[in-house]
Every structure is written in C-alpha cells, then in structure tokens.
C-alpha cells in the first residue's frame, strides 16, 4: 500500500493502484430474512477483502427477527416506512455514506474480492455494473438462465445479479421508482444508462434457489418471462402484482 499525492492531499493506495478513501455501502433490502440475512451479512464481510465498506439493511417491516439478527451482524439497519424493495433502497440509499452504493438481495452473496471488481470497474469509467448471477443449485436449467447474464442486455438484467452504482449518478436519475412493486430492479437499468457506461462483471453471484425448489423452476421461470412481457407491453403494476402471487403460489 502507498500513500501517493493527489491535488487535495495524500490518499491512501491498495491492491492494483485503487484508492482506499472511496466508500462501498452495501444496501440490503429485507422482509422477514431472519433465516438468511447473517449468513448473507457474514459472507459479504468475508468477501470484501480490504476495502472500507459499510452494510445497511432496509427493512421493510420485519415480524421475525432479521433486525435483531442484522444489528448483531455488525450491521446498520434502517426501518423504511413503505415496504417494497424500491423504497427500502432508497431509504438504504439515503442513509448511505458511501461513494459507491452496491444493492444486494438478502438471499445472494457476492463474489470473493467484490469490492475489488467495483472499484476497478469504477476507475475504468463504469457508473454502474453488476456481476453474472449463479444459483445455488445446479439443475440444468438454471445454469441455463445464469448463462445469459454475462451479456449486457437489458432484457435480462434483474436484481438477483446485484448492481453497483455511484451515489451522484443515483441521485441524478431519481433512484429507484417507488411506485413499481414488481421489475424496479430493471426499470431502473434504462435510466442509469443515460449518464454513462454500465458494466457486467465477470464474476458471479450465488442466489438462492429456494423459491425456485419450492414452487417448481419451470413454473417460476415462466412467471419471471410472462411477468417480463406482460411489463414491457403496459400491464399496471396491479395486474402484475395479481399475476406473480397467483403463478408463485404466494399469498
């Protein structure tokens, strides 16, 4: 590590010449996450190496104990007043003192070194990025599925594959839209696109399959891709909404 001069001062330099003054916050929208939420916490701080990153968990209302759980975890935890991933990261956003925000689904863990890869991709002139996706199974068609994330589509980009992205060009394109329930993560993509480069990582991402397991992988899939079409030809998000509980077998 160095200590190299800069036109404001000294800052301190680490592996591959990336500064350490920049901040990582990791942002972690939860609703009753106690199951995995310290495993997730946990595995992000092992993966990190040793850049500065803070964790902030949104909750959207939790009655088990994720707060409990996240707090004992070395973790913020902000209570959004709206449930719904959109709101709770932005209220993670607004809470958030790092340079770079890194959002990430309770139930994924980031790559080994993963703030390495962001500040790289970053310094490379990224504003935003995200890693390839894994799941934690290896049925067939789910390694299918994580194939296609290694290309810069903005048909198949979705939350599960994280996204990383600078704090000022979040607050200029207006964060997440509150007012979607269901693909907030990919609406957002278009937006952030408009103020510069976006970069999928080679990396991965390791996302649980649980609810795939549980309600059955084709039927979830095809959920996910009618969801999909259904959004892009207008559906309102109620409808939406109506669909994914019926399909899932959720309530």
């Known amino acids: 590590m160095l200590w190299l001069h800069s036109g404001s001062g000294f800052e301190l330099w680490g592996c591959g010449g990336l500064a350490f003054n920049k901040m990582i916050s990791v942002i972690i929208p939860t609703y009753n996450e106690a199951e995995r939420i310290a495993q997730t916490i946990m595995a992000t701080h092992s993966a990190n190496g040793i850049f500065p990153i803070e964790i902030i968990v949104a909750d959207g209302g939790s009655s088990d104990n994720t707060i409990g759980i996240a707090t004992g975890q070395d973790a913020t935890v902000i209570k959004s007043e709206q449930k719904g991933r959109a709101a709770q990261m932005n209220k993670g956003a ?23 890869h962001i500040l790289k991709a970053s310094d490379q002139g990224a504003v935003a990025g995200c890693f390839r996706l894994l799941f934690d199974h290896k049925h067939w068609f789910l390694k299918a599925h994580s194939w296609f994330t290694r290309f810069d589509i903005n048909a198949v980009r979705f939350g599960d594959q994280s996204l990383f992205i600078t704090k000022d060009v979040f607050e200029k394109c207006g964060g997440f839209r509150e007012d979607l329930q269901i693909m ?26 649980r609810k795939y397991l549980e309600h059955g992988v084709y039927k979830v899939q095809s959920t996910f891709y009618r969801l999909w079409m259904l959004y892009y030809l207008g559906y309102p998000q109620e409808y939406l909404i109506k669909i994914h509980r019926k399909l899932s077998g959720e309530n």
Do not use: C, W
């Open 184 to 209: 907030e993560d990919q609406e957002i993509i278009s937006r952030i696109k408009t103020y510069g480069k976006f970069k999928v990582m080679n990396a991965h991402v390791t996302t649980s399959a």
């Open 94 to 116: 607004a809470a958030a003192r790092g340079d770079i925000l890194y959002f990430l689904h309770a139930d994924t863990i980031p790559p080994l070194h993963f703030t390495e």
